[in-house]
T-cell receptor
């Protein structure tokens, strides 16, 4: 059974704080993704990675960065959190069979 | 720009009826098609995928693909209140991220 875990289910941060969201998958998948999801806007891709130390910008990378030092771990970093980054953040991983699995999500509130 | 379109709903069906969810996509080179179910406040859960034209059945779910019409659908037979959720259609076009529709909200009325 594929398992994608995220470090926190809920987070509350202050404006200007640096925020780390961690994602770990246990299926040796090459591909990992970070999305945010907001009401009425659907899933929006922030960053993705096809391999260790590789990263690609998605549709809305501004204000975010990522790190992939190990194959199983993909981190999303908010360099200086702002209130418009309040959202549900979803990590996903995908293997060569193209099926993609999501983690449980992190609901982030920036005050 | 690759696009996946879904009617946002809500689609309301009575318990026991067939729910029909539809999705169209713009990229003719699309190879694989996925349906996810997302309960309110939860993450998307993969329920079906289909690669070839025609029907694919899994329990009460049937995915239908028509590549010529660039159309994929999900049928839910004997709909239950527990099927009430948002259903996301996603399309894969080869070595690129999945393209997701915005989802259709389904409400099954007891």
């Amino acid at each position: 059974d594929v398992k994608v875990t995220q470090s926190s289910r809920y987070l509350v941060k202050r404006t200007g704080e640096k925020v780390f969201l961690e994602c770990v998958q246990d299926m040796d998948h090459e591909n990992m993704f970070w999305y945010r999801q907001d009401p009425g806007l659907g899933l929006r891709l922030i960053y993705f990675s096809y391999d260790v130390k590789m990263k690609e910008k998605g549709d809305i990378p501004e204000g975010y960065s990522v790190s992939r030092e190990k194959k199983e771990r993909f981190s999303l970093i908010l360099e200086s959190a702002s209130t418009n980054q309040t959202s549900m953040y979803l990590c996903a991983s995908r293997g060569n069979q193209e099926t993609q699995y999501f983690g449980p999500g992190t609901r982030l509130l920036v005050l | 720009q690759k696009e996946v379109e879904q009617n946002s709903g809500p689609l309301s069906v009575p318990e026991g009826a067939i729910a029909s969810l539809n999705c169209t996509y713009s990229d003719r080179g699309s190879q694989s098609f996925f349906w996810y179910r997302q309960y309110s406040g939860k993450s998307p859960e993969l329920i079906m995928f289909i690669y070839s034209n025609g029907d694919k059945e899994d329990g009460r779910f049937t995915a239908q693909l028509n590549k010529a019409s660039q159309y994929v659908s999900l049928l839910i037979r004997d709909s239950q209140p527990s099927d009430s959720a948002t259903y996301l259609c996603a399309v894969y076009s080869g070595n690129t991220p999945l393209v997701f529709g915005k989802g259709t909200r389904l409400s099954v009325i007891a």
